[in-house]
């Protein structure tokens, strides 16, 4: 890629670990300057329960590719996000690799909220359609989520939530560039018009290229975005952004847990690069791969006709299509296929408020929210492939060929909030409408002459009655409470409830791939599926926030009551075993925050927690037979982790060493798949001038990860419900090794 001058790197560099610290990256704003703390402290008299990720943290905390907020955020206490590709791109396309106090996201919902909005989704694309250069904070809500955040197709875990970074009220313009090994190279420039009348704007570019750290294939990002901000009056504020993101990499091999266990010959065992020439081999690296377009557009608009009254509307939509390819690997190589799961689907909705302060002692807020997104999942289109002598793909039909509708959720919402001397209270409460949408299941009877296109396909195809549903309606009372109390001008304790909600989708595709078996006993879906319920957790926290001179700390202890949670259980009613939602689980643990600058030149964040997270039954394996599950920690959900970093300042130079540990993790409820604790050590050197090549300030980065070259598993795939003995099998995946990078970023 042939580059101008000012966007050369002076460095040459090796490709990160997963997840680095990077230094500083400078950024367009009016308001950043070099005091800005980590973490910005919660003003005390104020309701709510979060920690706000600043400029500084997304600079400090983020990876070279500065795409994903789970890589900022992993610094909170209970929160888990290892993911196997050190740009933070590579994660499996069916759910997000981010644990929050052990739970992990249930069904086609995403973790986070763009300036409150729930544009994310899995399974798909545009997971990372959004550049951290582009956002001014990140708030993570763990358990507790005040009514106009506990929102999406799941809020199980909690949200996180990104402010954008609004147009500068200033003309400027923000260049990085960085280079690494394998190829590894990214370019953002963003360009800010400042003031222009009553409007300003921005707009930016970032491509993100390289080869894969182990095994062959390689990905390619590319980014842009458009921000306008209209302001004519004080009464009147117009915000419209647009985003369009196009993803393409290839994945990381799966691990089984008898080759995890033997990560000394394992760890860099990835599929392979020749193309096969022999029947039934799947093991070919650009059979594994994804590719998906993205488009979002979004916008805020507010009128406050008093200086006591805000009226405000928050359109969203979102498009994705695209393909992600895996192999299907049988115990009976004859069985084994490469399936291409296609995917098309918009998601679009808003968010309507009204609020009115009538004093410091109340403040209110009514409002209404409409969603409505399309599947997958539960999946619609899955054509599979075999594998003939000469090592080539031939058509064999369906896996799953299905009509979907919409899911739609709406829900009325009402918030009181205030300050009464001393204490302060946020009260809301929200009655929502969950429809499911219906599923037509069209692929029993397909085979390789059913026609490959989709269309076509359905055209022409049969309905299952046995394996197709009416839509499905959950209507729920989601509460939540927050207490404050100010002890002191630099203390205060808190009590907070919250109900959040998901469902997993995976019931559809289960029945499919046994329909014989539910067939012979006589079982359709429909009878499974009308004994869904809707999985909700009630989510109790008790905390401290104090300063001690500059620092905070905030010691918090909580507990979450599930109930509904889906497990594969035998259902002596139908005499079958399936995917239900029958389980009751218990969630307790102890998280301590710190953070805040020691001196003027050093500053820190520390954060430790505990945490269990576990099904509180044992369940029917057969009519005669039960799993022990009581008491056993959840899959992929660490009891024990500490987080640190430190920030020191000499001159013009910045050190900022990291640590993350994680404690051992289990693959399967049952506890009989156990992968070791690890700890990976971080390092970034950082150099700042005032001016450099016609900037008017330019930072210098060279970042080393994963000092101690440790080999780990990074992510497990496992469902919470995945017993030892399942069909299905966890897989695993190894992290990146050491490495170097170095970087260049110049604001004019």
Known sequence: MKLSPLMISITVCSILAANPIS??????????????????????????????????????????????????????PSVNFTPVDPAGS????????????????????????????????????????IDMDNIAAINLFKGYLPVDKNIGFSSLIGKVDMDILRPSNKMGTNVSQSFGKDDFSRTFVRLDTGKLGDVSAFGSFSQMSGDKTKGAGNLKRTNAMLGLKYIPNDAVKAEIFAIKNSDDHHNYYNLSYAESTDLGQNFGKDYAALHPSSANDVNFYDWNKQNFDTTAVFANFEY???????????????????????????????????????????????????SHDFSDALNTKI???????????????????????????????????????????????????????????????RYQTFKLGSLHSYTNGTSNLTSPNYDTAIANGTLDTWSSVDEKTFHTFIPSLYLGYTLASNTSIYLDYSR????????????????????????????????????????????????????????????????????????????????????????????????????????????LSYN??????????????????????????????????????????????SMRYTSSRYGDVQNTQKVDPYTIIDFDLAYRIASFMGSHNALFRLTATNLTNKKYIATINAADNFLAASTTATTYQTGAPFGLFGSINLKF
Do not use: C
């Open 367 to 429: 409002g209404y929210w409409f969603h409505k997104q399309l599947p997958p999942g539960p999946p619609s289109e899955q054509t599979k492939y075999k594998v003939d002598a000469s090592g080539n793909l031939v058509y064999d039909g369906y896996a799953i060929l299905a009509d979907n509708g919409y899911h739609t959720l709406s829900s009325p919402f009402i918030e009181l909030s205030g300050t009464i001397d001393r204490f302060n209270y946020l009260i809301g409460a």
């Open 500 to 607: 959040t909600y998901g469902i997993d989708v995976n019931l559809f595709p289960s029945y499919v791939q046994n329909r014989a078996n539910f067939v012979a006993k006589g079982v359709t879906l429909q009878q499974l599926w009308d004994k869904m319920g809707l999985e909700t957790s009630d989510n109790i926290d008790l905390g401290l926030k104090t300063t001690i001179g500059s620092i905070t700390f905030n010691p918090n202890a909580y507990v979450s009551f599930v109930k509904n949670k889906q497990a594969n259980v035998y259902d002596s009613q139908y005499a079958v075993s399936y995917p239900a939602n029958v389980g009751d689980a218990l969630g307790y643990g102890a998280e301590i925050s710190a953070y805040g600058p020691i001196s003027e030149q050093l500053e820190f964040l520390l954060g």
């Open 23 to 76: 230094v500083e990256r400078i950024v367009v704003t009016d308001t950043q300057s070099d005091n800005d703390q980590l973490i910005a402290d919660t003003n005390l008299s104020k309701p709510g329960n979060f920690q706000t990720f600043t400029t500084k943290s997304i600079a400090t905390l983020g990876t070279q590719a500065n795409m994903n907020p789970y890589s900022v955020i992993q610094f909170s």
């Open 304 to 354: 406050k006709p008093t200086s006591k009254d805000t009226l405000s509307l928050k359109p969203y939509y979102k498009k994705d299509s695209g393909d992600y390819w895996y192999s299907s690997v049988n115990a009976d190589p004859t069985k084994n296929r490469v399936i291409n799961w296609h995917m098309d689907h918009d998601l679009f909705g808003g968010i309507a408020a009204y």
């Open 90 to 129: 590579n994660e499996p396309s069916y759910h997000d690799p981010i644990r929050i106090r052990g739970k992990s996201q249930t069904g086609p919902g995403g973790v986070y909220l763009i300036d409150g909005m729930p544009l994310s989704s899995n399974p798909g694309g545009g997971k990372q359609m």
């Open 612 to 657: 269990k997270y576990t099904f509180t039954q044992n369940f029917s394996s057969s009519a005669t037979a039960t799993i022990n599950t009581d008491g056993n920690q959840l899959p992929d959900a660490p009891v024990y982790m500490a987080k640190g970093a430190l920030s020191y300042h000499v001159g013009n130079w910045t050190l900022s060493p």
